[in-house]
């Protein structure tokens, strides 16, 4: 039972945001189910350090989802989220580079049908920062 609350639970990401996009920079990025399980792919990139692969789901002894973001340059990120609020997922967490760390917030919204918008707020070597990327639906 609990394992079908979780793969419940899971595809609420995918259901939000499931599909092929084009995004900011011209990167394809694919978001699937991932099959027979409880979790959520997403792919973006080429299979280079430009590209990357994240899991997405819920954790049902954390009672949290999870997003762990594994880039091809070997940078990566933890994130965490208490799931869907106000039109949105907002992931908090670290993101890990070479030679430094940072930490704040990406807000995931759909703007329309065929449209993602991400918001970062962050702080990377002592310096907050924003930015800002979309993604239109193929």
């Not at 670290?94 to 049908?113: D, H, I």
């Amino acid at each position: 039972m609990l394992l079908a609350a979780a793969a419940v639970a899971t595809s609420l990401f995918a259901q939000a945001f499931a599909g092929s996009w084009t995004c900011t920079g011209g990167y394809h990025w694919h978001i699937v189910p991932a099959p027979g399980v409880g979790w959520t792919t997403v792919q973006w990139g080429p299979r280079t350090a430009d590209g990357g692969t994240a899991y997405v789901g819920f954790v049902p002894k954390l009672k949290e989802w999870i997003y762990y973001d594994f880039h091809g340059d070997g940078t990566f990120a933890t994130n965490t989220s208490p799931g869907p609020a106000s039109n949105g997922w907002t992931w908090t967490g670290t993101y890990y580079q070479p030679n430094a760390e940072g930490n704040g917030s990406v807000l995931w919204r759909r703007s329309s049908a065929s449209r993602i918008d991400r918001t970062f707020n962050f702080t990377m070597n002592g310096k907050a920062q924003t930015a800002h990327d979309s993604c239109t639906k193929n």
